[in-house]
């Protein structure tokens, strides 16, 4: 399919609609779970209710072959707020994990449980991060071990920062086969609900996305059936084979989930960046001083026009980088990394903006831009921070192992 950036009917719908939920429902409820710091429940089951939240849904939008179905969601639940967006849409990291590592029928197994249904809604969750091993993903030293007499898997380990860890039906789990591969000796594992062993920490406390939950995760010889290796035994048995000869083989699981999900990363960024901007212009219109509006000031409308044109930028990488990925092109330039970084970035200054904007208003809880300045930082620095997507855009178009 041709890159084309023209919206249709059918995706203009789908994005009135999830905007309708995000200011009819996500906007009244975001101060209050931002307060609380806890996952939002009650929105989830609505979402679930209405077909926005569950694995039909998932599938509907990634039918789309633009691509821009799964950006137009994400800008639109992230500009109703950004905690309870991440609450709707951290699953989406567990499900992109099976999508990226796992088998067709494994899809069909796990990725409807990390859902559940309308009338009792599950989250999924992505389990990658460790104390010693964020960026450096080689540095992994959670383990897995084959018990080839039961045919099972045994998984000891801790995980760090894990978006819904521990309250998830269904656990996604990476971990080291052969320590001595690095990263290319790493493969993914699905956790059932219930396993005995998986044990977490309380909802860590956090700056912002108050209301998206993110715990730390301890695997205390959790035993895994044989069938929940994503990609099978036979596959990665194969793959080891080729890393030990020193032959180029597939990324390992982190990576391959972390490049399907950029672009959608990219497009929550957006939309918190959009709301700010939205909000702040509104002020500035209405806002008097010295007997005009601030936005009369020079110095005030650029500003806004900064703002809306590295907004405006930023979406054009993130739907060129969701086509690609949706299309199979690959990512020569390090696309998938240039789309979260650009929006990361400029969620960051456009929020930063509006505070300003407003002056001391902006500096009080009264209004939502001190919310989402404070939900803005993290896409600098979750799923690779901004320098490890300069990392990778610099090896792309160098060639170069540049460290």
């Given amino acids: 399919m041709e890159f084309w950036l023209d919206v249709n009917e059918e995706q203009n719908e789908l994005r009135e609609w999830v905007h309708g939920f995000a ?5 009244p409820a975001a101060a209050e779970w931002d307060e609380r710091e806890e996952m939002p429940w009650p929105v989830l089951q609505e979402a679930a209710k209405i077909g926005l939240y569950g694995f039909e849904f998932l599938v509907n939008t990634w039918a789309d072959m633009s691509g821009l179905s799964l950006p137009l969601v994400n800008e639109e639940l992230f500009w109703g707020d950004g905690g309870i967006g991440m609450a709707l849409s951290g699953t989406s990291l567990a499900v992109a994990a099976i999508y990226g590592s796992g088998t067709p029928e494994q899809l069909v197994e796990w990725v409807p449980q990390c859902f559940g249904d309308e009338t009792d809604p599950q989250v999924g969750a992505f389990c ?3 104390p010693e091993a964020g ?13 080839e007499a039961r045919d099972e898997w045994v998984l000891n380990g801790q995980k760090a920062y894990a978006t819904n860890g521990g309250i998830a039906h269904v656990h996604v789990v990476t971990a080291s086969v052969d320590p001595s591969l690095g990263a290319r000796g790493q493969a993914a594992f699905v956790v059932p609900p219930g396993t005995p062993g998986l044990a977490a920490t309380n909802k860590l406390r956090k700056l912002g996305l108050r209301a998206s939950h993110t715990a730390d995760v301890f695997l205390d010889d959790v035993r895994v059936p044989g069938a929940c290796l994503l990609g099978g035994k036979e596959a990665l048995d194969e793959r080891l084979a080729r890393a030990r000869e020193g032959q180029r083989s597939a990324k390992q699981a982190s990576m391959r989930t972390f490049e399907l999900s950029r672009p959608a990363v990219g497009a929550q960024a957006l939309g918190i960046a959009r709301a700010a901007y939205e909000y702040s212009l509104e002020y500035a219109r209405n806002r008097v001083q010295f007997g005009r509006p601030i936005v ?8 806004l026009a900064d703002m809306r044109t590295e907004i405006d930028a930023a979406r054009l990488l993130v739907w060129r980088a969701a086509w690609m990925g949706r299309n199979d092109r690959p990512f020569h330039a390090g696309e998938g990394s240039m789309s979260k970084l650009k929006a990361g970035e400029v969620a960051v200054a456009v929020t930063e903006k509006a505070v300003q904007i407003l002056g001391g208003a902006g500096y009080l809880r009264d209004h939502p831009v ?10 600098t620095i979750f799923e690779g921070t901004s320098e490890i997507q300069r990392l990778v855009i610099s090896r792309a178009i160098t060639g170069r192992q540049i460290r």
């Fill in 128 to 130: 990658s991060t460790e």
């Fill in 23 to 27: 200011e009819g429902v996500i906007r």
């Fill in 135 to 147: 960026s450096d993903v080689a540095a992994m030293r959670t383990r897995a071990v084959y018990d």
């Fill in 296 to 303: 009369d000031n020079q110095a005030i409308a650029f500003t």
């Fill in 370 to 379: 001190e919310r989402m300045y404070r939900d803005a930082k993290i896409y």
